[in-house]
């Protein structure tokens, strides 16, 4: 257990949040979503600490459970091989950043070109960790021998998931997050092997 603190501390918040939120009796109250949860308008209204909270909570209680083994996963994962500052840079910098794009750059961009999106999308409220999630995936993906098929293949599911039910913000930071953590690691390692 010393190995993955990260991921521990991680999973202690993600259910002192929830609990909080009343997520763990159901699903998370309008107050908390509205309170804690991140949008677009929210942001820009310079409310920069959604950035964090919006990335420990969930919708209900079946998402916060899929959420608690994929963190544990993935994060979990990526610290025992990584070491524990890597993966929360990795994983801060990658959910910050991908949250960002998504919500002032992605979400702007769909809602002027695609026709059933309109403007009301830009003060939906989300929550959830799986941006920086599929950073990390990315970034192990990047470390694995054919690692090109492997990151095709996962890109192939995220868009049947799409293609089945398409959730805006979630959706598209999945996409792009996942590309962001490969890129990311794929730097990393390239600069390690020069060095």
Same mark, same amino acid.
């Given at each position: 257990?010393?190995? !993955?603190?990260?991921?521990?501390?991680?999973?202690?918040?993600? @259910?002192?949040?929830?609990?909080?939120?009343? #997520?763990?009796?159901?699903?998370?109250?309008?107050? $908390?979503?509205?309170?804690?949860?991140?949008?677009?308008?929210?942001?820009?209204?310079?409310?920069? *600490?959604?950035?964090?909270?919006?990335?420990?909570?969930?919708?209900?209680?079946?998402?916060?459970? &899929?959420?608690?083994?994929?963190?544990?996963?993935?994060?979990?994962?990526?610290?025992?091989?990584? %070491?524990? &500052? &890597?993966?929360?840079?990795?994983?801060?910098?990658?959910?910050?950043?991908? #949250?960002?794009?998504?919500?002032?750059?992605?979400?702007?961009?769909?809602?002027? @070109?695609?026709?059933?999106?309109?403007?009301? +999308?830009?003060? !939906? *409220?989300?929550? %959830?960790?799986?941006?920086?999630?599929?950073?990390?995936? %990315?970034?192990?993906?990047?470390?694995?021998?054919?690692?090109?098929? *492997?990151?095709?293949?996962?890109?192939?599911?995220?868009? $049947?998931?799409?293609? !089945?039910?398409?959730? !805006?913000? +979630?959706?598209?930071?999945?996409?792009?997050?996942?590309?962001?953590?490969? $890129?990311?690691?794929?730097?990393?390692?390239? *600069?390690? #092997?020069?060095?």
């Amino acid at each position: 257990m010393s190995r !993955i603190p990260f991921t521990l501390l991680f999973l202690t918040i993600m @259910v002192v949040a929830n609990a909080f939120a009343g #997520t763990l009796s159901g699903a998370i109250s309008d107050s $908390a979503l509205s309170g804690w949860g991140i949008s677009h308008l929210s942001i820009r209204q310079g409310e920069l *600490y959604r950035l964090l909270t919006g990335t420990f909570l969930s919708h209900d209680f079946g998402m916060f459970l &899929r959420q608690m083994v994929f963190a544990a996963t993935v994060i979990g994962m990526f610290e025992w091989t990584a %070491g524990t &500052r &890597r993966t929360f840079a990795m994983f801060l910098s990658i959910d910050v950043i991908g #949250t960002l794009l998504v919500l002032f750059v992605i979400l702007p961009i769909l809602v002027q @070109v695609h026709p059933s999106i309109n403007a009301e +999308a830009l003060s !939906i *409220y989300d929550v %959830g960790m799986s941006a920086g999630g599929f950073g990390l995936i %990315g970034a192990l993906v990047a470390q694995w021998k054919h690692r090109w098929i *492997y990151l095709i293949a996962i890109y192939l599911a995220i868009f $049947a998931k799409v293609w !089945i039910s398409f959730d !805006i913000i +979630a959706d598209t930071a999945h996409i792009l997050c996942l590309f962001l953590g490969f $890129a990311l690691q794929t730097a990393i390692s390239g *600069y390690a #092997t020069r060095r």
